[in-house]
Each structure stands twice: as C-alpha cells, then as structure tokens.
Nanobody
Framework: QVQLVESGGGLVQAGGSLRLSCAASGRTFSSYAMGWFRQAPGKEREFVAHISRSGGSTYYADSVKGRFTISRDNAKNTVYLKMNSLKPEDTAVYYC??????????????????WGQGTQVTVSS
C-alpha cells in the first residue's frame, strides 16, 4: 500500500492560486492512478480531479474544470493540483488518494485504496 503526504495548502485571497503536492512512498507509484478530493466542514468528501497512471488522461469535477489542473511526475513519485482563480467555496481540506485497480468510479471515495492526511486550503473573500 502506498503512503501519501500532501503539502502546499494555505490561506489565499479569492482569485489567487495555490499548488498542492502529494508525495508517495514506494517504488510502485506509477502503477496507481491518482485522485484529489476535498471536504468542507459539515459536508461530504467531494471529488475534484483524477489522473491516469501515465498522466495521459485527466478528469475533473464540473465545479473546478478550467480552473484546476492535475498532473503527476512519476520520476518524483508526486501528483500535483494547480488551483487558479480560487473562490471562497473552494475552502476545504484537500486529500490525495491512490487508485490501484481503476474500476471506473473515479469520482467516488470507495474507488481509492490509500489516502493522505489532508492539507487545508482557505480562500478569503
């Protein structure tokens, strides 16, 4: 099982940008597709973005499409989430997750096998 550690969260004004990173342990990172989710207080965990094992295919939630970009560097065992044009409603704890079997439900938390501890993103208005 891969171990995941997120970083890069913080406080930013509306319209600003942040880049989140998720570092994975082990030598099998490239065998996992990866996803980003977020969870705001009192709300369910929400899908944000997914990237295939090679990085050649990506998928986004409608709420972030055109503003967020998911990418990965398999040589560095890291997946990224670049967030532009941030809005107060993007405020949440952001989690990365590893998807070993890619069963098709990439927007559902149960698809994923390993999770990081999360990093807080706060967008002020």
């Amino acid at each position: 099982q891969v171990q995941l550690v997120e970083s890069g969260g913080g406080l930013v004004q509306a319209g600003g940008s942040l880049r989140l990173s998720c570092a994975a342990s082990g030598r099998t990172f490239s065998s996992y597709a990866m996803g980003w989710f977020r969870q705001a207080p009192g709300k369910e965990r929400e899908f944000v973005a997914h990237i295939s094992r090679s990085g050649g295919s990506t998928y986004y939630a409608d709420s972030v499409k055109g503003r967020f970009t998911i990418s990965r560097d398999n040589a560095k065992n890291t997946v990224y989430l670049k967030m532009n044009s941030l809005k107060p409603e993007d405020t949440a704890v952001y989690y990365c997750a590893a998807d070993k079997y890619v069963l098709g439900n990439v927007d559902r938390p149960h698809e994923y096998d390993s999770w990081g501890q999360g990093t807080q993103v706060t967008v002020s208005s």
